[in-house]
Structure formats: structure tokens, C-alpha cells
């Protein structure tokens, strides 16, 4: 079993674990830092379930090996909120009954937080559009459009007022 020592910042903390080369960084993530709030859907790259944010940017742990991120930061569903409090995108999704099972939810999530940095979306279309990565199978889509939709106009609204 070939195995190498992994260090990266994890959700804002530095962390260390030995492990087996040949895992990708979602396994490693749900099995040796026990972070089981990424999910494993399908497992090659499509449904967008294990999304994290690889120095800030949204990747498939899926499809990335864990030694891939030596040295670099991962933030996990778990890493949304320091303090237990719900963030603003899990308080949206709550309030919009943006999610069902939940099973897409922590990647869809991760998506919306690193999307919303930076987009401003013209139209839901573009924002569907934006979303479109990530799979749901239960929602329909319409709460989770409605909770980003509505995130995307409280800010615009703060930096009118601003
Ligand atoms: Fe990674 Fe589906 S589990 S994209
Ligand atoms: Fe069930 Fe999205 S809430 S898959």
C-alpha cells in the first residue's frame, strides 16, 4: 500500500494525515478526516454531489487524487459556518425548502458560495444555467433557484444602499 503524509488547510485549519496515494480527496475527506458532509453520488465527475472549494474554487473531490492538494486549502460543508450558525446561503436554501433528502445539498452549497463571490446573474436562466453542475433529484430545481435568486438581490439591494 503506497502511502504519503498530506498537509493542506482544512476548512481554515492546518491539517496532516498519512495517506493511501491511490484515494481520491473525496474518500480522504469522508474517511480519514471524517467530513462526511461531501457526498459520493456518482463518482466520475457528473452529478456534482462531492463539490468542495479547492483554493477557493469549486472542484469535484471525486475526480482530484488527495495528494493532488498538498499544501493547498479545502473548505467543506462543514467549513461554512465557524460557529454553527447557519451561513447565508444554507439560511436561503433553508428558507426557500431548497432541498429534500439533502443528499445534493453540501454541493450545491459549496457551488452557490464560491458562484456567488463573483456573479451577478442577469436573468434565473443564467443562473440555471450557473447551477447546472449540480444534480438534484427530489427539488425540482425552483427553491434552490429561489434561494440563490433571492441572495443575488439582497446584495444588490446592500449595495445600492451601501
Ligand atoms: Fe463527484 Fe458525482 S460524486 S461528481
Ligand atoms: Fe434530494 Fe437534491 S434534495 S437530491
Known amino acids: 500500500?503506497?502511502?504519503?503524509?498530506?498537509?493542506?488547510?482544512?476548512?481554515?485549519?492546518?491539517?496532516?494525515?498519512?495517506?493511501?496515494?491511490?484515494?481520491?480527496?473525496?474518500?480522504?475527506?469522508?474517511e480519514d478526516f471524517g467530513l462526511v458532509g461531501t457526498k459520493l453520488g456518482c463518482e466520475h465527475g457528473v452529478c456534482g454531489a462531492?463539490?468542495?472549494?479547492?483554493?477557493?474554487?469549486?472542484?469535484?473531490?471525486?475526480?482530484?487524487?488527495?495528494?493532488q492538494v498538498e499544501g493547498l486549502s479545502v473548505d467543506t460543508v462543514e467549513g461554512l459556518s465557524a460557529t454553527g450558525e447557519l451561513s447565508e446561503v444554507q439560511e436561503?436554501?433553508?428558507?426557500?425548502?431548497?432541498?429534500?433528502?439533502g443528499f445534493c445539498t453540501p454541493g450545491l452549497l459549496m457551488s452557490v458560495t464560491e458562484y456567488l463571490r463573483?456573479?451577478?446573474?442577469?436573468?434565473?436562466?443564467?443562473?440555471?444555467?450557473?447551477?447546472?453542475?449540480?444534480?438534484?433529484?427530489?427539488?425540482?430545481?425552483?427553491?434552490?433557484?429561489?434561494?440563490?435568486?433571492q441572495l443575488v438581490d439582497d446584495r444588490r439591494s446592500a449595495d445600492a444602499d451601501g
Open 118 to 149: 463573483d456573479a451577478d446573474p442577469a436573468d434565473d436562466d443564467e443562473l440555471r444555467d450557473a447551477l447546472s453542475g449540480n444534480v438534484c433529484r427530489c427539488t425540482g430545481y425552483q427553491g434552490i433557484v429561489d434561494a440563490v435568486r
Open 92 to 101: 436561503a436554501f433553508r428558507r426557500h425548502h431548497a432541498l429534500q433528502c
Open 50 to 67: 462531492c463539490t468542495v472549494l479547492v483554493d477557493g474554487a469549486a472542484v469535484r473531490s471525486c475526480l482530484l487524487f488527495a495528494v
Open 1 to 30: 500500500m503506497n502511502t504519503r503524509e498530506l498537509s493542506l488547510v482544512l476548512n481554515g485549519v492546518p491539517a496532516r494525515a498519512v495517506v493511501e496515494t491511490r484515494k481520491t480527496l473525496a474518500d480522504v475527506l469522508r
